[in-house]
């Protein structure tokens, strides 16, 4: 099955610098990247996601890249702000049989004052 | 996705009893999903239902069971045979077809405790 690998686990950064986020896929086949922003106690809320006919998304302060042949995706946020502040999960799935999506295992951003 | 409900909040249980996670959609979504979340683990897919009397297991199905007999409720329920039941679980729909037919959206989430 799908394998989703995600770097940092934690990641510290000063309010109005840059946050990246990485992951690996093991399957060629998945098509569809969502990134999730989880804060303490609370849901995880979609933040942003990308189709794998598309190279890169931005919206506003957070964009995303992603690399099909190396099988890579990244997060990018910039000038953080302390509300950014959250764990960051990305995931991936394949379509098909019910768009199952499988999960990294985290970033927690600390954007500090 | 504050069409999304989970109750309760916090579940608290002996061990060895069966309990059973609410979830329900009023956004008319065909998918639904049940995921486990612990620290440090990200989440992982229970079971999940593509249609009404539908549904498939997921990564980590042993020791759980869910029905899909209405498309606006997933419930799901940890029986006694799940060995180490305590997590917080989080409920999520999709619209299942259609351009946004990928896009999930969660519930609240259930934080149950088995002591």
């Known amino acids: 099955g799908e394998n989703v690998e995600q770097h940092p686990s934690t990641l510290s950064v000063q309010e109005g610098d840059s946050a990246v986020i990485k992951c690996t896929y093991s399957?060629?086949?998945?098509?569809?990247f969502p990134w999730y922003k989880q804060e303490l106690g609370k849901r995880p809320q979609l933040i942003i996601d990308?189709?794998?006919?598309?190279g890169e998304k931005k919206d506003q302060r957070i964009a995303v890249t992603l690399n099909k042949t190396a099988k890579h995706f990244s997060l990018h946020i910039t000038e953080t702000q302390p509300e950014d502040s959250a764990v960051y999960f990305c995931?991936?799935?394949?379509?098909?049989?019910?768009?199952?999506?499988?999960f990294g295992t985290g970033t927690q951003l600390k954007v500090e004052l | 996705d504050g069409g999304i409900t989970q109750s309760p909040k916090y579940l608290f249980r002996k061990e060895g009893q069966n309990v059973t996670l609410s979830c329900e959609q009023n956004?008319?979504?065909?998918?639904m999903y049940w995921y486990r979340q612990d620290p440090g683990q990200g989440l992982r897919l229970i079971y999940y239902?593509?249609?009404?009397?539908?549904?498939q297991k997921g990564d980590i199905a042993e020791g759980y069971s869910v029905s899909r007999e209405k498309k606006e409720s997933f419930p799901l329920t940890v029986t006694s045979a799940q060995k180490n039941p305590t997590a917080f679980y989080l409920c999520?729909?999709?619209?299942?077809?259609?351009?946004?037919?990928?896009?999930?959206?969660f519930g609240p989430g259930t934080r149950l405790t088995v002591t």
């Open positions: 999520a729909s999709s619209p299942g077809t259609g351009r946004s037919s990928y896009e999930q959206y």
């Open positions: 399957d060629s086949a998945s098509n569809y």
């Open positions: 990308i189709r794998s006919n598309v």
């Open positions: 995931a991936a799935s394949k379509g098909g049989g019910g768009n199952k999506l499988t």
């Open positions: 956004l008319n979504h065909d998918a």
């Open positions: 239902s593509q249609i009404v009397n539908d549904f």
